[in-house]
């Protein structure tokens, strides 16, 4: 192979590495909590 064909094919795999692994996002998870707790029925008189 030439100088200029390696070059090139070096440019090319630099650039599909740098699109395919570059952008990577961290997930965001939301845990829905409960505004507040039920009253649980404990009996006519307690």
Known sequence: MSKSTKTLLALC???FVAACGGAKESEVVYVDEPVSVEP???GKYK
């Open 40 to 42: 649980t029925y404990t």
């Open 13 to 15: 795999m630099v650039a």
